[in-house]
């Protein structure tokens, strides 16, 4: 059984990379994964082929209006299925109907049947998260939903920001399959306690961290995953082992409360209370983390 899943997060979160790793990781452990990348970039996919981009979806819709698995899809490291969806510029359709349009060609296409793959992986581009979170739900049994981010306020709101998209869905009957919070590019214990309450505050769940690297950048330099590249690392460790609880959270029937979105207000007093936490600690007024 096809298990299809999706990623989403702020742009900068490191998202696209991350993504890559888990596809690596995956299809290192004798899995067949499809990565579809869904930023106008078209960049999800490059670390998984060497460092060179591939033909994108939209500019083969534009040319042909039937695609196939042998002209939609590239094979990278050690099989790996990648499809970049591109940009919608160049259909001359809007950002919600190209997206819709290049789901249902996939959809109506045997590339899923010809694939067969265990997994099939959605980057969703945080600038069209509710569009493209909403085409994905309409053309395919998505099982989880994984938000990828970073310790910072801003990527935290947007994380926020999805979950009242999550909850507009569940009002008009769409599941809200949220399979957790993924703390990515983690420097301190600080960062992580920082996710920790804000997954305490909306009801949502953290999955394991994936510490801050200069590894990650370098092997991205060479066109390659930290999983390729350096196998034996302790980086290609943490990678390996979110693979493996995305693979035990989707497996799992049951899915969680829904997420409980702060209000705007709620989420901004929720800042100034770590504000005047990372005061007390900067100024000696507490010692050890206490503030923390």
């Known amino acids: 059984m096809t298990e299809q899943i999706v990623f989403y997060g702020k742009g900068g979160v490191g998202k696209s990379t991350l993504i890559s790793h888990i596809s690596a990781a995956l299809v290192e452990a004798s899995f067949k994964v499809l990565q579809i990348g ?3 970039k078209a960049d999800s996919c490059t670390t ?25 899809v590239t094979r990278g490291f050690k099989g790996v299925n990648c499809i970049e969806l591109g940009d919608a ?31 099939v992986l959605y980057d969703i581009s945080g600038e069209s998260s ?28 947007a994380a926020n920001g999805i979950f009242e998209v999550l909850e507009q869905f569940a009002d008009c009957n769409i599941p809200v399959p949220l399979g957790g919070l993924i703390p ?13 309450d804000f997954a305490q505050n909306t009801g ?11 590894m990650v950048r370098q092997c991205e330099l060479y066109g390659k995953t930290v999983i390729e590249a350096s196998p034996l690392s302790n980086q290609a460790y ?38 005047d936490r990372l005061f007390a600690l900067e100024n000696g007024l507490v010692t050890d983390g206490a503030a923390i």
């Open 184 to 196: 990515n590019s983690i420097t301190s214990s600080f960062e992580e306690s920082f996710i920790a």
């Open 130 to 157: 509710s569009v493209s979170l909403l085409a994905a739900f309409r053309q395919f049994p998505v099982k989880r939903v994984f938000i990828v981010t970073t310790a910072d306020f801003i990527s935290l709101s």
């Open 38 to 40: 869904c930023d106008p």
């Open 204 to 214: 949502t769940h953290v999955m394991g961290r994936i510490p801050r690297s200069l």
């Open 238 to 275: 943490f990678y390996r082992r979110l693979a493996n609880q995305i693979v035990d959270v989707t497996s799992t029937l049951a899915v969680k409360n829904p997420p409980r979105p702060m209000t705007r207000e709620g989420l901004r007093l929720w800042a100034h209370e770590w504000a």
């Open 89 to 119: 510029v160049n259909t001359g359709a809007s950002a919600r109907d190209s997206i819709e349009s290049a789901f249902q060609a996939i959809s109506r296409s045997t590339i899923i049947d010809d694939i067969r793959p265990d997994y």
């Open 48 to 72: 998984l082929n060497g460092g060179f981009s591939i033909p994108t979806l939209s500019d083969q819709l534009l040319h042909n209006r039937v695609i196939s698995t042998e002209t939609a």
